[in-house]
């Protein structure tokens, strides 16, 4: 019985497992960002947005490849030896006998790889399962890919262990180092001041942790050496010194890391999204370390009372205070944003006439062309509704839009009026809009795989490169535009990135639409992103909408439901903003992309139309009911094409059951979760109810999700399992139905003379 007493207290105080054990004791924090980290790679969190295809699939200048591979492995080296480093000097100081040692911190850091092990294991084995299920990647190129993975972290490890070796003190070199200097450095006499030798100790007994064996390699388990006869002030001497070296290390990969966000502008600097994460969170270990390594035990509190300090400071003074901007837009006349000037301005009777006047000029030279395409002197009317969901809806919208065009011989964009939606729906319908302003029909033939692999190009990796690299900590880098100065953040990685993935076809400001979209060129497009600080909708076009806040101002005794930017910001050179700007506002998903301000009195932001209106039904409803007597007449009917995300039908998941857990949180999740369900129920209604019974109405939706649980990930990026499902989508039963159905309501012309 003592026998096997002795072997579990021997294993027991096994060096790794006693590291293991006090840090899930008293490192929470640490702990965290692995269990984070693994539930990403393991893609058990996340893939909602797609999150773990940026660790698991990695792009790099377009491609993924070893090269992504690789700068992602030396990014999570990185990020393991911030891990050992910020472990050393929180938990180092308990395990005094490492000063024993020569090389303690190499020794500290494989004891203390029981986390990097697991995670490295974990993420081969993911790695190796999306590239192949999911990018449909070769397993030569596969195999290429983890090696250049691992040797990535092996690269970064040996780089950092170098330093380590020449600089870490141990007992012989301390006092070989104290004959040479028995003077007192400045780095001793700065930490006095917060700690003491009393102090250094107190938090954590040492013979509490002090354990029996310790790995000292991969193959081989040694006794640990007694440190009870060294002096304590010797022992902490080393540690501070080592904590010393291990800080100044941290600065270097600081001040490298700043370094590449002042390089953001050259492209090969812009690392994939994966690194930029972990690089992120390595800054974040290292400012937590080196506060800790400075201050002990005042740490928490000095970092508390900095971010406390920082905030108080950001509230009325601009300091931190970094707005993005609408690019384009003037900023130096501030227009009043309340109740009362909104009445005045939006319920304007002259300007209502007016507008529906411009509007009914702008239907009769649609009818003339739309006449054409479908042989009749009545033709439909073609309303597209787009929904949100990032670049799968881009793409898929996009795609759409080019298969309905090509089988009805282009019939089907001259009948198109309108278009309207929220985030990546509308930008993929915008971009074909721009691509048919500026080639013929039998260009867009032959060149439609190369339009649809524009636009699902990778948008991430710049966006998250520019949050971790300048817009947490910088926050400095500008640029000039028609004479107005805007911050380089993240927005503006946005909509750089976008023109380059669509060859710049978009780059164009909204006054540039004002003639082609009057003269119905092509079709009219309304954005309608939502302004959070009220919840009202930010209406934005190139033509003047003010019908969309009905056609009776008679009696308002309320505010307008929604702001024409154009009217409202007048005196703001409105029509100058950047076309992308527009799109990036109306696709401003939480967090991935900046809030947008406005020049108004009291200031305004504004995020996602989905927020109000993902389909943008409630748009299309206005416009249809304002211009109902002339659709009566001078059409056979309207077709609403929905270019749907995902199914407006679907049953409801689980089996009702609700654990303790869901108990506590499902009235918080409930409004999320069925927020979308709601938006679906609204606009059925609005349909229903709000059109009159003169007016032919035909509702076709192509649905690219059955339901929540198909793997799409709701991203700016996208892996080729993915876009292959896009395409292969349009082929089923459902959706071949309604292309039917639509080429029977258009019965164009060229169709059928080529059928």
């Known amino acids: 019985m003592n026998n096997w007493r002795e072997i579990a207290d021997k294993i027991l105080k096994f060096f790794p497992f006693q590291l293991l054990f006090l840090q899930l004791k008293k490192s929470h924090f640490i702990v965290a960002i692995w269990l984070l980290f693994i539930g990403i790679i393991t893609q058990n969190i996340g893939m909602k947005f797609g999150v773990p295809y940026l660790f698991l699939a990695p792009e790099y200048l377009g491609k993924v490849n070893w090269t992504s591979y690789f700068i992602l492995g030396f990014a999570i080296g990185g990020f393991f030896m911030a891990y050992h480093l910020y472990s050393y000097i929180i938990l180092g100081p308990s395990f005094p006998f490492l000063v024993t040692f020569a090389r303690p911190f190499y020794k500290f850091s494989i004891n203390n790889s029981f986390f990097p092990v697991l995670f490295y294991f974990l993420l081969v084995f993911n790695i190796y399962d999306v590239q192949r299920n999911e990018e449909l990647v070769g397993i030569g190129e596969v195999l290429l890919e983890i090696g250049a993975l691992t040797t990535g972290i092996i690269g970064f490890i040996l780089f950092a262990v170098f330093y380590f070796f020449k600089t870490n003190l141990d007992v012989l070199k301390l006092k070989g180092a104290r004959k040479k200097n028995k003077g007192r450095s400045l780095y001793s006499m700065a930490r006095t001041l917060f700690t003491r030798e009393k102090y250094w100790f107190q938090s954590q007994p040492i013979h509490t942790y002090q354990p029996s064996y310790y790995f000292a390699g991969l193959l081989r388990i040694t006794r640990a050496r007694p440190s009870q006869h060294y002096d304590r002030k010797i022992i902490r001497d080393i540690f501070r010194q080592n904590h010393l070296n291990a800080s100044l290390f941290e600065l270097v990969l600081v001040f490298s890391f700043i370094a590449m966000g002042l390089l953001q502008d050259f492209r090969y600097v812009l690392i994939p999204s994966g690194a930029s994460f972990f690089l992120l969170t390595t800054i974040i270990f290292m400012v937590v370390t080196i506060f800790y390594s400075w201050f002990r035990g005042w740490a928490i509190s000095i970092i508390v009372l900095a971010l406390v300090g920082l905030n108080y400071f950001s509230i009325g003074t601009g ?78 919208t996009n795609y759409i839009i080019q298969e309905a065009d090509e089988r009805t011989g282009g019939a089907f964009f001259k009948s198109t009026h309108l278009i309207t939606g929220a985030s990546g729906g509308m930008i993929g319908a915008a971009y074909y809009r721009d691509i048919y302003s500026s080639t013929t029909f039998e260009e867009r033939l032959t060149k439609k795989e190369t339009y649809l692999n524009c636009i699902s190009k990778d948008l991430l990796n710049s966006v998250m490169f520019n949050m971790a690299a300048h817009d947490i900590f910088l926050r400095y880098r500008k640029f000039d535009y028609n004479g107005e100065t805007y911050l380089k953040d993240r927005g503006f990685s946005f909509e750089e990135q976008l023109n380059k993935n669509t060859n710049y076809v978009m780059d164009k400001t909204l006054g540039d639409f004002v003639t082609s979209e009057f003269n119905s060129e092509v079709p009219l497009m309304v954005f309608s992103p939502t302004v959070i600080n009220d919840g009202r909708r930010m209406i934005i076009g190139a033509q003047p909408y003010g019908f969309l806040n009905g056609t009776d101002f008679s009696n308002k005794g309320f505010g307008p439901e929604n702001i024409e930017f154009t009217k409202l910001f007048k005196g703001n050179a409105p029509y100058d903003i950047r076309y992308t700007s527009v799109l990036r506002m109306n696709s401003t998903f939480p967090y991935v992309l900046p809030m947008v301000s406005l020049p108004t009195t009291p200031e305004i932001h504004v995020m996602d139309a989905g927020i109000r209106d993902n389909y943008g039904t409630k748009t299309t409803i206005r416009y249809l009911v304002a211009l109902q007597d002339w659709l009566e007449e001078n059409t056979s009917g309207v077709v609403i094409v929905e270019i749907r995300d995902i199914n407006k039908d679907y049953d409801m998941t689980g089996n009702g059951e609700f654990s303790l857990f869901d108990r506590v949180t499902k009235p918080a999740s409930n409004f999320y979760g069925n927020f979308y369900q709601s938006q679906e129920f609204n606009s059925g209604e609005l349909i229903e109810n709000n059109l009159c019974e003169n007016l032919s109405i035909d509702v076709l939706t192509f649905v690219l999700r059955k339901d929540p649980t198909e793997k799409i990930a709701l991203s700016w990026h996208l892996t080729q399992r993915e876009k292959n499902d896009i395409k292969r989508t349009f082929q089923n039963e459902k959706n071949q139905k309604e292309l039917k159905k639509l080429i029977d309501l258009l019965n164009p012309v060229q169709y059928l003379t080529e059928d």
């Open 319 to 396: 300091f931190l205070r970094s707005d993005n901007k609408v690019y384009g837009l003037t900023y130096g006349q501030e227009v009043p944003y309340n109740l009362e000037a909104l009445k005045n301005q939006q319920f304007d009777e002259q300007a209502l006439e007016n507008d529906l006047n411009h509007h009914i000029q702008i239907l009769e030279n649609w009818k003339q062309k739309a006449s054409e395409a479908q042989g009749t002197s009545s033709p439909k009317l073609v309303v597209l509704n787009c929904s949100g969901g990032g670049i799968r809806s881009a793409m898929w």
